[in-house]
């Protein structure tokens, strides 16, 4: 596997559930992202970890919940999500995520479906 | 209050004509800027960077623009190619939140023959 791959690609859940999405970095990279697509909205940065601590959490809510147990591997754990939290949920890694030129690199996303 | 605009939603360009996505920003404090490529079911891939000290970076095809007093920053693509039909998402971050990447809605491009 080379990059940034995702998984699962797609996800459809009830409001109960609990699931989680995986990500996992093959770049040799430091910092991880998530990232929320909605339907004609920009890409929005939800939690941004470095070194696997967590560095910015983008006002999220709480029942998104991050995990991060090492610099290639990055989790989001969902729980009583809500049908407007179907999106488009996108990884990224980078190299350090410091300096105006570290350049993210996304994986392909996880289609998400509340039901 | 978004800070990155893409304001055409959709662009269609023939084949071996150029194709001229516009980005506006709202933030003077913004030093970089990257345009990112998306194809269907794929996730966005980095395409092109300026710094905000030059005006102009070209890599092959793909010419990225900034004018910082216009707070306007353009990607060219000369010749188009059908494979570049996508959508092109423009995207900026400032020296002092490097990691924290804003972007536009985005721009779909199609090449046609």
């Known amino acids: 596997e080379t990059g940034v791959t995702q998984t699962p690609r797609h996800l459809v859940m009830g409001m109960t559930n609990k699931k989680s999405l995986k990500c996992e970095q093959h770049l040799g990279h430091n910092a991880m992202y998530w990232y929320k697509q909605s339907a004609k909205k920009p890409l929005e940065l939800m939690f941004v970890y470095s070194l696997e601590e967590r560095v910015e959490n983008n006002s999220v809510p709480s029942r998104f919940s991050p995990e991060c147990p090492n610099s290639s591997h990055l989790f989001l754990h969902l729980h009583t999500l809500q049908p407007e939290d179907s999106a488009l949920y996108l990884c990224?890694?980078?190299?350090?995520?410091?300096?105006?030129?570290?350049?993210?690199?996304f994986g392909p996303g996880t289609r998400l479906t509340v039901l | 209050d978004q800070q990155v605009k893409q304001n055409s939603p959709s662009l269609s360009v023939q084949e071996g004509r150029i194709s001229i996505l516009n980005c506006d920003y709202t933030?003077?404090?913004?030093?970089?800027f990257l345009w990112y490529k998306k194809y269907p079911a794929e996730g966005p891939t980095f395409l092109i960077s300026i710094s905000s000290i030059k005006d102009k970076n070209e890599d092959g095809r793909f010419t990225v623009f900034l004018n910082k007093s216009a707070k306007h920053l353009s990607l060219h693509i000369v010749p188009s190619q059908p494979g570049d039909s996508a959508v092109y998402f423009c995207a900026a971050k400032a020296l002092y939140n490097t990691d924290k990447l804003i972007f536009g809605t985005g721009t779909r491009l199609q090449v046609f023959p």
């Open positions: 933030n003077s404090m913004f030093d970089y």
């Open positions: 990224a890694s980078s190299q350090d995520g410091t300096g105006v030129t570290d350049t993210q690199y």
